[in-house]
């Protein structure tokens, strides 16, 4: 082998590992960059998941007290029906529900049902609800 054919061997040896090298190199940057993108995916995914949890709970917050008040009238609504003969005939009129302190409500109105005898009759109620942790009628009246 002549000395010219030794050097254009090596020359052409020396270029195919270089082109292996920065093959490599260019794989190993590529992995590098995919790792950084779902860096920034998942940054990203979290920063909008804390965005969309703090707007649903601005938008829910003014509706709470709507909640507490719709439960305190459900459960006067119920202790009332247990004392009627006829629950089933049982409509609410001219109800108020006030928070008189914190998770305390006074709900009143009139209920008309049906009594023994068949007839419509009116009656008055009032109930003291707790709407804590666990929604109970603390006190009943009916008239």
């Not at 254009?8 to 195919?16: G, N, S, Y």
């Not at 998942?42 to 709970?57: D, F, K, N, P, Y």
């Not at 009143?108 to 008055?124: D, E, I, L, M």
Request: hydrophobic residues 40%; charged residues 25%.
């Amino acid at each position: 082998m002549e000395p010219h054919d030794n050097d254009a061997f090596e020359a052409l040896v020396q270029r195919k590992a270089d082109r292996e090298l920065d093959a490599k190199k260019a794989a190993q940057d590529e992995a590098r960059e995919a790792v950084k993108n779902r860096r920034k995916n998942w940054i990203v995914l979290g920063v909008l998941a804390v965005v969309v949890i703090g707007l649903a709970a601005w938008v829910i917050t003014p509706y709470l007290p709507f909640a507490a008040k719709n439960a305190a009238v459900d459960a006067c609504h119920s202790s009332v029906e247990r004392r009627l003969k006829d629950p089933s005939t049982a409509s609410y009129s001219g109800e108020t529900a006030i928070e008189t302190s914190d998770n305390i409500w006074e709900v009143s109105g009139t209920v008309r049902s049906t009594n023994s005898f068949g007839a419509v009759v009116p009656a008055s109620y009032s109930c003291t609800v707790h709407t804590g942790d666990m929604t109970m009628v603390i006190d009943m009246s009916i008239e």
